[in-house]
């Protein structure tokens, strides 16, 4: 985000030490869950730059505020405040992993010795092929993402590293297909607009919403129809 950055020598006078100001206010890891570090509400405005931002993490700061529709100004401070505020934690780039060679992806679930969970914990942290690993409630106890070039790299990691670990009890391993749909991040913006989508199919239905070819038959209606095929 360096051309971001750069709107700050170029801005009106004063701005600068605004945004530096509101990056300090924000700084300090005391604000509440949905505010940012001014003490503003994150309104309509914010979520929009982080739609834009979605789409294109290396924006200009100028084509950022023509897509919200606001000022340059305006949509640099706003940035900074959502960046200091922790909001934004970081940019990154995405990658294809076929491109790189890493074209088999594997689900890892991992059952965890209850009294050894620090110990797993830090071996997992050793492991750069993990991509991802959370905690989970159900029959396993955690979850790992992995991605390999061949289905070998997958059963060695599982078998040499994963089940040599003493915290790990047993795993189960599920092989990803297709990755049907990835993105960055979810808005609770999203959301609102799949309602507004929904409505007018429920206004023509009556308030209703076709499931596709499936009809819920109840148990009674069922059991009479079965009557009287017989």
């Not at 599920?174 to 808005?187: A, C, G, N, T």
Request: aromatic share 4%.
């Amino acid at each position: 985000m360096s051309r971001l950055r750069a709107v700050a020598k170029t801005d009106i006078k004063g701005q600068e030490v605004a945004v530096s100001e509101i990056s300090r206010n924000g700084g300090s890891g005391g604000g509440q869950p949905g505010r940012i570090g001014i003490g503003l509400e994150l309104d309509a405005t914010h979520m929009k730059i982080l739609e834009v931002l979605r789409e294109n993490g290396r924006i200009s700061v100028a084509a950022l505020a023509e897509r919200v529709g606001i000022s340059r100004a305006n949509a640099y401070t706003r940035f900074e405040a959502l960046r200091a505020d922790g909001a934004i934690k970081r940019f990154t780039a995405e990658i294809d992993p076929v491109r790189t060679g890493l074209g088999i992806t594997a689900l890892i679930f991992v059952t965890v010795r209850q009294q050894m969970w620090k110990q797993f914990r830090a071996e997992l942290a050793r492991m750069p092929e993990v991509e991802y690993c959370a905690i989970t409630t159900g029959q396993h106890d955690a979850m790992i993402l992995v991605r390999m070039g061949d289905v070998a790299a997958v059963h060695a990691m599982v078998t040499d590293r994963l089940a040599n670990i003493p915290a790990v009890k047993a795993t189960e391993t599920v092989f990803i297909l297709d990755e049907v749909l990835k993105r960055p991040y979810v808005l609770p913006s999203d959301g609102e607009k799949a309602r507004t989508a929904r409505r007018p199919a429920q206004e023509a239905q009556g308030g209703e919403v076709p499931l596709g070819m499936m009809r819920f038959v109840g148990a009674a209606e069922g059991r009479a129809a079965l009557q009287k095929d017989t």
